[in-house]
């Protein structure tokens, strides 16, 4: 083999080495990228539960308060 036939192998070997560069950087940030969304979702679902966790005990508070007020006017309809 000449040089000459040599010259525009090796180019080409450094464009796809370079290729495959680029798009192994361009990988690393997508993959970046949904590692980060997927924390916010985690982030977003831990709120949600604790929100919610939050509001049950609120509706069980007032589901015993109800109950307190439904024994109390038992009692008043009882002893009239």
């Known amino acids: ?11 080409a070997l450094a464009e796809l080495r370079d290729f495959r560069r680029a798009m192994r950087q361009d ?9 980060d969304l997927r924390e916010q979702f ?7 539960a604790q929100g919610f966790s ?4 609120g509706f069980d508070a ?12 038992t009692t008043i309809n009882t002893d009239r």
């Open 1 to 11: 083999m000449e040089s000459d036939d040599l010259e525009p192998r090796v180019a």
């Open 27 to 35: 990988f690393n940030a997508m993959r970046q990228d949904i590692v």
């Open 42 to 48: 985690d982030r977003g679902f831990e709120q949600f």
């Open 54 to 57: 939050e509001m049950r005990g």
């Open 62 to 73: 007032l589901a015993a308060a109800q109950q307190q007020i439904v024994e109390m006017l």
